[in-house]
């Protein structure tokens, strides 16, 4: 295991400075946020010239862990385009791994295997391992749904983030059934609420040492991301808190 950060921890700054700030973090990888409303890169820019997108990431000196994208969970022409073109640079650059979220609680499950499958097979053509993040709204707040769809779309992986199953209204959620499933891994410190997601690392009440030893029985040896978001109403400096978390992290591993 490595640990890696997230663009989004430096998402008031633009892509080079992010990731400039990474660097000064002394990390060696980052997970880069390709959003169409975000900060940094979008997924028009990369379907527009993936070529010339893939030579500005390698210009920035920084390695990719994973790619994090905010695409539509549809079939449609648009982006289909945008998941090959972003597959094709990931596969440039040796990405092994890209992030999508799932879709909405209520969606029919079958179709959205359907759709994963679709989607699994455009990105494994290139090279790399389609995962679906874990979040609060989507078909993955339920682990035993997450898992599902992992057991049915081969090659499917999970991105991990263990927050959004412990701070939420009813308490921690047990997501021990994903730990085989997982490719890719994002933390920060949340205590056991909703209003609690995100806190100062140490203010928190998630158990690394537990999350890296499960993580450890299934032989994973991939990315441990901090994403400590820089968001409006954040009551905290984030740099800080990137810096413990990177700390205390690989104190672990």
Same mark, same amino acid.
């Given at each position: 295991? *490595?640990?890696?950060?997230?663009? $989004?921890?430096?998402? !008031?700054?633009? $892509?080079?400075?992010? $990731?400039?700030?990474?660097?000064?973090?002394? /990390?060696?990888? #980052?997970?880069?946020?390709?959003?169409?409303?975000?900060?940094?890169?979008?997924?028009?820019?990369?379907? #527009?010239?993936?070529?010339?997108?893939?030579?500005?990431?390698?210009?920035?000196?920084?390695?990719?862990?994973?790619?994090?994208?905010? %695409?539509?969970? =549809?079939?449609?022409?648009?982006?289909?385009?945008?998941?090959?073109? &972003? #597959?094709?640079?990931?596969?440039? @650059?040796?990405?092994?791994?890209?992030?999508?979220? #799932?879709?909405? =609680?209520?969606?029919?499950?079958?179709?959205? +295997?359907?759709?994963? %499958?679709?989607?699994?097979?455009? +990105?494994?053509?290139?090279?790399? &391992?389609?995962?679906?993040?874990?979040?609060?709204?989507?078909?993955?707040?339920?682990?035993?749904?997450?898992?599902?769809?992992?057991?049915?779309?081969?090659? $499917?992986?999970?991105?991990?983030?263990?927050?959004? *199953?412990?701070?939420?209204?009813?308490?921690?959620?047990?997501?021990?059934?994903? *730990?085989?499933?997982?490719?890719?891994?994002?933390?920060?410190?949340?205590?056991?609420?909703?209003?609690? /997601?995100?806190?100062?690392?140490?203010?928190?009440?998630?158990?690394?040492?537990?999350?890296?030893?499960?993580?450890?029985? /299934?032989?994973?040896?991939?990315?441990?991301?901090?994403?400590?978001?820089?968001?409006?109403?954040?009551? /905290?400096?984030?740099?800080?808190?990137?810096?413990?978390? !990177?700390? @205390?992290?690989?104190?672990? &591993?």
């Amino acid at each position: 295991m *490595y640990v890696t950060c997230s663009t $989004l921890c430096f998402a !008031k700054r633009s $892509l080079e400075e992010a $990731l400039q700030s990474i660097r000064t973090l002394r /990390f060696t990888k #980052a997970d880069l946020a390709i959003h169409s409303d975000g900060p940094h890169l979008t997924p028009e820019e990369v379907v #527009a010239d993936p070529v010339r997108v893939s030579q500005r990431l390698r210009a920035s000196n920084m390695g990719f862990a994973a790619f994090h994208l905010d %695409l539509p969970p =549809v079939c449609d022409r648009q982006t289909l385009m945008q998941l090959l073109a &972003i #597959a094709r640079v990931a596969r440039l @650059l040796t990405v092994p791994v890209m992030t999508v979220p #799932a879709a909405t =609680v209520g969606a029919d499950e079958d179709e959205e +295997v359907r759709r994963l %499958l679709q989607w699994s097979e455009i +990105v494994t053509a290139e090279g790399v &391992i389609l995962c679906v993040e874990t979040a609060r709204g989507t078909l993955t707040e339920n682990p035993a749904t997450a898992a599902m769809l992992c057991q049915r779309v081969p090659g $499917l992986g999970i991105t991990l983030d263990p927050s959004h *199953y412990h701070a939420t209204a009813q308490g921690p959620i047990d997501h021990d059934r994903l *730990y085989e499933y997982t490719r890719h891994v994002r933390l920060r410190d949340s205590g056991a609420a909703p209003e609690l /997601f995100q806190v100062r690392v140490g203010q928190g009440e998630l158990e690394y040492s537990r999350i890296i030893g499960q993580l450890e029985r /299934f032989q994973y040896g991939r990315a441990l991301t901090v994403d400590i978001r820089d968001v409006a109403d954040n009551a /905290f400096p984030v740099e800080p808190e990137v810096r413990k978390m !990177k700390y @205390l992290l690989e104190s672990l &591993i």
